[in-house]
């Protein structure tokens, strides 16, 4: 009798881990039949007309445990929370990896690595063989940036509104080995790619073999036409590295439409997989030529797994990749990027019309979605934050860097528009509290 009771504990523990590539996932138990209720009902709507229907929002908020917290998250492009049912299945793979954690997470859950592969390539649009799952975009980046081989004088190209993480891994290089990394400044926002094109076209020199660029900064959300700035470098012998951290699950593209040779991601972010998840693109070819971050037997192979010798890692974290991906695909990847992107300009183009509050981010399609940056005349970014977390309970992040001197917000497809007029009151009060302060000029 316990021999049969055994065996059953087994197949069920087998069907949770089929998970989230199978017909019983979480996504299917949890919010299929709702979001395709919604779908077939609004099925004649664009995705721009969609963006604005708060009945089929109301159905994707209730999917996240934060749209009810106490505090107020605007600072999405930071981390993202997970949906419930993210939360769920990382909770069911720890719990089952813990019985026997050897044995569950080796020849268990990673069987799912493969499974999960294939659903975010087709997420990107690209090749399974050319994909590796990671730990985040710092982690993919200093792969690529680390595993390319460069000699003493040779030059890269990148910009002093990249991240801070990628930027110092190129300068342990730049004073390790030699190389010259060479750094543009921009003023944004831009509203013309050949201004940003002709910016790195211009710092090219006969010893450059490499461009970094951010496709969507980090700092005030500035799309970066990064398939121009790619096809111009190869138009000359060059590579490019893209950062893909604010853009992936969010934007709508596929990976090699970019036109990229290499490509790195966070997947906790608008993805909203679990936090410490990320994911590296590389373009079938030239993963030879690249030496793995941590070390492994063969690292001129050809086979994009080489990069995933991390030894023991979250198995639980990886396998709720899989529950987001679905999630995501339940929304659109279009219907979610005109949300967000009108969830963005809701707040931001009443902001505008407030005395002494000014906007940092271009408001056009083209050249920002999610994020957008914000000041009150009178407030350093750091006051202006503390004010709204401490006073209105609303979290964003001060961003006090070069050039750039505001508040970052960023929304999600949880945030409500009630929770962005509490916002847009709340830069209106902190203005007219500052209004002795000279009015500042307004960005676009």
Same mark, same amino acid.
């Given at each position: 009798?316990?021999?049969?009771?055994?065996?059953?504990?087994?197949?069920k523990k087998?069907?949770?881990?089929?998970?989230a590539?199978?017909?019983?996932?979480?996504?299917?138990?949890?919010?299929?039949?709702?979001?395709?209720?919604?779908n077939?009902?609004?099925?004649s709507?664009?995705?721009q007309?969609?963006?604005?229907?708060?009945?089929f929002?109301?159905?994707?908020?209730?999917?996240?445990?934060?749209?009810?917290?106490?505090?107020?998250?605007?600072?999405?492009?930071g981390?993202?929370?997970?949906?419930?049912?993210?939360?769920?299945a990382?909770?069911?793979?720890?719990?089952?990896?813990?019985?026997?954690?050897?044995?569950?997470?080796?020849?268990?859950?990673?069987?799912?690595?493969?499974?999960?592969?294939?659903?975010?390539?087709?997420?990107?649009?690209c090749?399974?063989?050319?994909?590796?799952i990671?730990?985040?975009a710092?982690?993919?980046l200093?792969?690529?940036?680390?595993?390319?081989?460069?000699?003493?004088g040779?030059?890269?190209?990148?910009?002093?509104?990249?991240?801070?993480n990628?930027?110092?891994?190129?300068k342990?290089?730049?004073?390790? %080995?030699? !190389?010259?990394?060479?750094q543009l #400044? $921009?003023d944004?926002?831009?509203?013309?790619d050949?201004?940003?094109?002709?910016? /790195?076209r211009?710092?090219i020199?006969p010893?450059?073999?490499?461009?970094?660029?951010?496709?969507?900064?980090?700092?005030?959300?500035?799309?970066?036409?990064?398939?121009?700035?790619?096809?111009m470098?190869?138009?000359k012998?060059? %590579?490019v !590295?893209?950062?893909?951290?604010? #853009? $992936?699950?969010?934007l709508?593209?596929?990976?090699?439409d970019?036109?990229?040779? /290499?490509?790195?991601?966070?997947?906790?972010?608008?993805?909203?997989?679990?936090?410490?998840?990320?994911?590296?693109?590389?373009?079938k070819?030239?993963?030879?030529k690249?030496?793995?971050?941590?070390c492994?037997?063969?690292?001129?192979?050809e086979?994009?797994?080489?990069?995933?010798?991390l030894?023991?890692?979250?198995?639980?974290?990886?396998?709720?990749i899989g529950?987001?991906?679905?999630?995501?695909n339940?929304?659109?990847?279009?219907?979610k990027?005109?949300?967000?992107r009108?969830l963005?300009?809701?707040?931001?183009?009443?902001?505008?019309?407030?005395?002494?509050?000014?906007?940092?981010t271009?408001?056009?399609?083209?050249y920002?979605?999610?994020?957008?940056?914000?000041?009150?005349?009178g407030?350093?970014?750091?006051?202006l934050?503390?004010?709204?977390?401490?006073?209105?309970?609303?979290?964003?992040?001060?961003i006090?860097?070069?050039?750039?001197?505001?508040?970052?917000?960023?929304?999600?497809?949880?945030?409500?528009?009630?929770d962005?007029?509490?916002?847009?009151?709340?830069?209106?009060?902190?203005?007219?509290?500052?209004s002795?302060?000279?009015?500042?000029?307004?960005?676009?």
């Open positions: 009798m316990k021999s049969t009771t055994d065996r059953r504990s087994f197949f087998a069907a949770v881990l089929a998970g590539f199978s017909s019983n996932s979480l996504f299917e138990q949890l919010h299929a039949a709702d979001i395709l209720a919604k077939r009902q609004y099925v709507l664009s995705p007309e969609m963006a604005e229907n708060e009945d929002w109301a159905t994707i908020q209730q999917g996240y445990p934060a749209s009810s917290s106490p505090v107020l998250n605007l600072n999405n492009g981390v993202s929370p997970s949906p419930l049912l993210v939360l769920q990382v909770d069911r793979y720890s719990q089952l990896s813990n019985q026997a954690p050897s044995y569950y997470m080796w020849r268990i859950l990673d069987q799912g690595r493969e499974p999960l592969r294939q659903k975010l390539a087709l997420l990107g649009g090749d399974p063989d050319e994909l590796a990671n730990r985040n710092t982690e993919a200093n792969t690529i940036i680390y595993g390319l081989d460069l000699q003493k040779d030059e890269v190209i990148g910009c002093k509104q990249d991240y801070p990628m930027m110092q891994a190129w342990q290089r730049e004073q390790r %080995e030699g !190389i010259r990394y060479k #400044s $921009f944004f926002p831009i509203e013309d050949e201004t940003i094109v002709e910016a /790195y211009q710092a020199s010893k450059t073999k490499i461009i970094h660029v951010t496709h969507v900064i980090n700092w005030v959300g500035q799309i970066m036409p990064v398939r121009k700035i790619c096809q470098a190869h138009e012998g060059l %590579e !590295i893209v950062d893909g951290a604010h #853009s $992936f699950g969010l709508n593209f596929r990976i090699p970019l036109e990229a040779d /290499y490509f790195g991601t966070s997947l906790h972010k608008y993805l909203s997989a679990p936090i410490g998840t990320g994911m590296l693109w590389i373009k070819e030239k993963i030879s690249v030496w793995p971050l941590l492994n037997g063969n690292p001129k192979s086979d994009i797994r080489k990069f995933e010798t030894g023991t890692r979250s198995f639980p974290l990886e396998q709720g529950e987001a991906v679905n999630f995501h339940g929304i659109g990847a279009e219907r990027e005109a949300r967000v009108y963005k300009n809701y707040w931001a183009e009443q902001a505008l019309g407030i005395p002494g509050v000014n906007i940092h271009s408001l056009q399609p083209a920002s979605c999610a994020i957008a940056g914000v000041s009150v005349d407030l350093s970014p750091q006051e934050e503390r004010q709204l977390l401490g006073t209105y309970k609303i979290h964003t992040t001060p006090s860097y070069e050039n750039i001197h505001c508040v970052r917000v960023s929304p999600h497809v949880y945030t409500r528009l009630t962005l007029d509490r916002l847009v009151a709340a830069l209106g009060e902190l203005s007219a509290a500052h002795s302060q000279p009015l500042g000029q307004k960005g676009t």
